[in-house]
């Protein structure tokens, strides 16, 4: 067994725990952005600090090249902005203001940074004391060696952070982030290969690229060999996404600001090969009226009170001749026929692209209850006129009173199931999976529900024949009903005794 380290354990939690003395300081907003930056300005000061005595090493003289640095994707950190000068004014009044002219000077070296860093330290607002202890807890719990013996480890800092985030901002943190359960779902049924596209046309805080280079890791790739290109309307998302590329190590074209993505798409040429998303459900008003001739509308102009079907021909627009997709979507979209989306449905499917339908659980995310779908999109499906239909909404466990996590072993029964279904070796399990021709589909008016054709989980047989078994039901329920009525006079008994009768 692994030994248990703060680099592998724990950490996040105990970061995160210890950095929540800044709330109640600051509004919620504020406080993301504050320890986001922190996390980021440590961890390129860190990575600086390596390249530079690798540098110095090496004796060649090129440790004030910033050339040498950007080679090694290793942002350039002037000496205003790093660690050290941030941790030696950590208990003097100026140390917002010292973190904010950090920011900048990080900013004018990285122009892909340009006005993407938090620089609200200086706000009279923040208590500047309890802002130098933060600065002390990442001088003193995120050491050099840590960083170095985990790669990952500011990554996964950044990533559970995020999820606090949502879960303490409930609706509005749903805008930026997607469960990482879903997300790998997602990721696991596409396998996403080397030198690959990815694109995310909503893609907030950018979790579904973390999850696609984690998958690569994992199976023999390199993270830099995937190409990610996203999109997103909200500004401060936008930015945590770029913060969030940038501790991963993840080079990535966001477009150079925030955008709404169908009025003003920043990739238009773009053919990806993987593209993973989540939407906003039922989103509206999506500026139908200025977009009627679309040429992304292929299969049907999508009705202006709902986007859910201009999210996926926007998507299908922007797939390779072999380019698939995984989205999440609300469940009402399975089987609308409300302005037009019927028939939408229908010529996608007649169009042979719908390779797979999950129904998930409820309680998976932060924004809303409601249960969802994943839909899985392909231009050249392995299963021709085939479409794989799954029933996952009993799948999960609760992690505690209102939100529920898919274990490892879950993700790997649904990916699985593809797997196998490609493969052309899956079997129909009752309740769980099924696979049904596009004939069926129109057969039952393309509607996409999975309840429809996976049915119900086969029951074992107790070997009771029938008419015992009611017998023997019914005597039960005659003895509870005998016994119901026996309280009952003896409540009534009671409450007589003592002067209450009813």
């Given at each position: 067994m692994a030994e248990k380290t703060q680099a592998n354990i724990g950490f996040e939690k105990e970061l995160w725990d210890a950095a929540c003395i800044l709330r109640g300081h600051i509004s919620a907003s504020e406080y993301r952005q504050v320890i986001v930056g922190l996390i980021f300005l440590r961890y390129i000061s860190a990575a600086f600090d390596k390249r530079y005595r690798e540098l110095v090493a090496e004796g060649d003289g090129f440790e004030d090249d910033r050339d040498a640095y950007m080679a090694e994707n290793v942002f350039f950190v002037p000496e205003s902005a790093r660690w050290e000068t941030v941790a030696k004014a950590a208990h003097t009044p100026e140390i917002g203001h010292v973190i904010d002219k950090a920011m900048r000077a990080v900013e004018q070296e990285n122009k892909s940074l340009a006005g993407v860093l938090p620089k609200n330290y200086g706000n009279p607002d923040l208590d500047k004391k309890v802002l130098g202890a933060v600065v002390d807890l990442f001088t003193n719990r995120i050491r050099m060696e840590d960083i170095e013996s985990s790669q990952d480890l500011l990554g996964r800092t950044y990533e559970y952070c995020i999820a606090q985030f949502a879960a303490a901002e409930g609706k509005n943190g749903g805008e930026f982030y997607t469960p990482a359960c879903v997300v790998r779902t997602l990721v696991e049924v596409l396998r996403p290969f080397d030198?690959?596209?990815?694109?995310?046309?909503?893609?907030?805080?950018?979790?579904?690229?973390?999850?696609?280079?984690?998958?690569?890791?994992?199976?023999?790739?390199?993270?830099?060999?995937?190409?990610?290109?996203?999109?997103?309307?909200?500004?401060?998302?936008?930015?945590?996404?770029?913060?969030?590329?940038?501790?991963?190590?993840?080079?990535?074209?966001?477009?150079?600001?925030?955008?709404?993505?169908?009025?003003?798409?920043?990739?238009?040429?773009?053919?990806?090969?993987?593209?993973?998303?989540?939407?906003?459900?039922?989103?509206?008003?999506?500026?139908?009226?200025?977009?009627?001739?679309?040429?992304?509308?292929?299969?049907?102009?999508?009705?202006?009170?709902?986007?859910?079907?201009?999210?996926?021909?926007?998507?299908?627009?922007?797939?390779?001749?072999?380019?698939?997709?995984?989205?999440?979507?609300?469940?009402?979209?399975?089987?609308?026929?409300?302005?037009?989306e019927g028939e939408i449905r229908k010529n996608i499917i007649e169009a042979d692209l719908v390779e797979g339908i999950v129904a998930m659980p409820t309680?998976?995310?932060?924004?809303?209850?409601?249960?969802?779908?994943?839909?899985?999109?392909?231009?050249?499906?392995k299963q021709k006129g085939k479409t794989l239909f799954i029933d996952a909404r009993g799948?999960?466990?609760?992690?505690?009173?209102?939100?529920?996590?898919?274990?490892?072993?879950?993700?790997?029964?649904?990916?699985?199931?593809f797997e196998a279904f490609q493969a052309?070796?899956?079997?129909?399990?009752?309740?769980?999976?099924?696979?049904?021709?596009?004939?069926?589909?129109a057969a039952q008016d393309y509607v996409l529900t999975p309840g429809r054709y996976v049915g119900l989980e086969e029951q074992a047989e107790d070997g009771e024949p029938f008419e015992e078994k009611m017998e023997r039901l019914t005597g039960e329920l005659s003895a509870l009903f005998d016994r119901s009525h026996e309280l009952e006079q003896s409540i009534r008994e009671k409450l007589e005794a003592i002067g209450y009768g009813i």
């Open positions: 030198n690959c596209r990815v694109y995310d046309p909503c893609c907030g805080s950018g979790g579904m690229f973390v999850q696609s280079a984690k998958f690569l890791e994992a199976h023999g790739g390199t993270r830099g060999h995937i190409a990610v290109y996203g999109q997103e309307a909200n500004a401060d998302t936008w930015k945590m996404a770029k913060i969030n590329m940038a501790v991963r190590g993840i080079s990535a074209d966001f477009g150079k600001h925030h955008a709404d993505t169908f009025t003003n798409d920043l990739h238009p040429t773009l053919k990806a090969d993987f593209i993973l998303a989540n939407p906003p459900f039922n989103y509206t008003p999506w500026h139908q009226e200025a977009l009627t001739d679309d040429v992304r509308w292929k299969y049907g102009l999508p009705p202006a009170g709902n986007a859910n079907y201009a999210w996926i021909q926007h998507m299908i627009h922007h797939l390779s001749a072999n380019g698939k997709i995984g989205l999440v979507l609300a469940n009402g979209a399975l089987s609308t026929q409300s302005g037009g309680n998976l995310f932060y924004s809303v209850t409601i249960p969802v779908t994943l839909w899985f999109i392909s231009k050249n499906k799948m999960g466990t609760m992690v505690d009173r209102t939100h529920r996590d898919l274990t490892e072993a879950d993700i790997a029964k649904i990916a699985g199931a052309s070796t899956l079997e129909d399990v009752p309740g769980f999976c099924a696979v049904a021709e596009t004939e069926q589909i």
